[in-house]
């Protein structure tokens, strides 16, 4: 039961813009079921796309020409089934506390966001530091922090022409790092503070939920991590994230 007001018989107002993001929250809920059915029905052709292709490349007599082109699809088709096992991974709502590569995770999702970069004709450029340790977490949760951060550093080069760079790099004592860097218009002195609070957004309706850096800060915190950002207008942002190596 609510009155004309929008409260319900609890006393908690409702407002439209609430309302509003409620009902977005639930439909890209929704869109995230349906995509993991569709991404799970896609690695059955791809596996018989990959096994027909090395048959064919076993067979005597195949032209050179048939081969390289016979090749490229297998190696594309092998690259697809290899993204679909990791979304799904991405997707899993198990807890997956393990020895996670922080390199490898960065590359999952600088490959993932590949066609998001592009379209948006943004240069990504990485610097990794193979030489670190493994880290001691949940790999979805740091996918998904990952994820939020350079999708929002993208967002902000909407543009087009800029560049993202992502570096890997030791920290303090039994720490690793990384950093996000654009070099975007940058984030005005009156709203940096309050980035990542919930609900604030300075993006286009529809773009933005106001949710994702809030969420990206509770996430790295509850790792025993530290989130900072640094920027200036015109100038670019960087988001540094310090995460303990062992929980």
Do not use: W
Not at 22 to 31: P, Q, S, T, V
Not at 90 to 107: G, P, Q, Y
Not at 242 to 247: K, S
């Amino acid at each position: 039961m609510k009155d004309s007001a929008g409260r319900h018989s609890g006393g908690a107002i409702i407002t439209t813009d609430l309302l509003r993001q409620l009902a977005y929250n639930e439909k890209m809920a929704e869109l995230g079921k349906i995509s993991a059915g569709v991404v799970h029905e896609l690695n059955a052709p791809l596996s018989v796309i990959v096994s027909a292709s090395q048959m064919i490349l076993r067979e005597e007599g195949v032209p050179e020409v048939v081969q390289e082109m016979i090749s490229r699809i297998s190696s594309e088709a092998q690259r697809l089934s290899q993204l679909t096992k990791g979304l799904l991974n991405f997707s899993s709502h198990d807890e997956t506390v393990s020895d996670v590569d922080l390199n490898l995770t960065v590359d999952f999702i600088l490959n993932f966001l590949n066609f998001e970069a592009a379209r948006r004709a943004v240069i990504v450029l990485k610097q990794l530091d193979y030489t670190l340790p493994t880290i001691r977490l949940d790999g979805n949760l740091l996918k998904q922090i990952l994820l939020n951060i350079i999708m929002n550093a993208l967002q902000a080069m909407e543009e087009g022409g800029g560049k993202l760079l992502v570096e890997t790099a030791p920290g303090a004592t039994d720490t690793v790092c990384f950093i996000v860097t654009d070099n975007g218009p940058g984030i005005p002195v009156e709203t940096i503070d309050r980035i990542f609070d919930r609900y604030f957004t300075t993006k286009k309706p529809g773009v933005g939920t106001g949710l994702g850096l809030f969420v990206t800060k509770s996430l790295v915190e509850s790792m025993g991590g530290e989130i900072k950002v640094t920027s200036r207008i015109g100038g670019g942002t960087t988001f540094t994230v310090t995460l303990p190596v062992q929980q």
